[in-house]
């Protein structure tokens, strides 16, 4: 059993940066991680994943540019680099982890049972 702790969380002014943590620990079998979010009201979106093996790398579309996801495979962290923050990224960051075939590296599909807890992100003035 993987199981996720989220962490890096908090409020930031619009233009700012934040990085993320995840950890993972346990049955760490596992061939990619990834960070979805979810804005109240609206349908969690996926952010980035890649794989732990290197060599892949996925964005979404709103943040490409802006955010930069990276491993640490000496402690199973994730972290995903948050820059140039915008009020439209004020959501719950949820740090996720599976096994996905490569057409499913960017939706919840590929990532279906492991989930961490979330660390709420908050970008106002």
């Known amino acids: 059993q993987v199981q996720l702790v989220e962490s890096g969380g908090g409020l930031v002014q619009p233009g700012g940066s934040l990085r993320l943590s995840c950890v993972a620990s346990g049955d760490t079998y596992i061939s990619a991680m990834a960070w979805f979010r979810q804005a109240p009201e609206k349908e969690r979106e996926f952010v980035a994943s890649?794989?732990?093996?290197?060599?892949?790398?996925y964005y979404g579309n709103s943040v490409k540019g802006r955010f930069s996801i990276s491993r640490d495979r000496a402690t199973g962290a994730v972290y995903l680099q948050m820059n140039s923050l915008m009020p439209e990224d004020t959501a719950v960051y949820y740090c996720?982890?599976?096994?996905?075939?490569?057409?499913?590296?960017?939706?919840?599909?590929?990532?279906?049972?492991?989930w961490g807890q979330g660390t709420q992100v908050t970008v106002s003035s």
């Open positions: 996720a982890a599976g096994r996905p075939i490569t057409s499913t590296m960017t939706t919840m599909t590929g990532f279906p049972h492991v």
């Open positions: 890649l794989r732990w093996s290197g060599g892949g790398l």
